[in-house]
């Protein structure tokens, strides 16, 4: 068999998305993300995650995140756009 042409995944996994997301953070937040569900990869799909930051100014405060594929490269890597909401404050 010869050549596929697309040698990346087809989608991620939640905790291989968590870890994608934490790394594009702000590293000083430690922030601790949370993806309920993989998302497919390819343009324009899109999931929602969260994350708390840890880095004690706003512990425990949770904030919503929009994650959304913008591109996939040749080399079948997911370039992603990473929206930050407002926080939930109960």
Do not use: H
Not at 9 to 37: F, G, H, S, Y
Request: hydrophobic share 35%.
């Amino acid at each position: 068999m010869v050549g596929c042409s697309n040698s990346g995944p087809t989608e991620i996994k939640p905790a291989d998305l968590e870890t994608k997301v934490a790394a594009l953070l702000k590293t000083e937040w430690k922030p601790e993300v949370t993806c309920p569900d993989a998302i497919k990869v390819e343009e324009g799909a899109s999931t929602a995650c969260s994350f708390v930051r840890n880095d004690g100014e706003a512990k425990d405060v949770k904030f919503p995140l929009d994650v959304v594929i913008v591109s996939v490269g040749d080399d079948g890597e997911p370039r992603f756009d990473v929206e930050i909401g407002y926080p939930d404050q109960g």
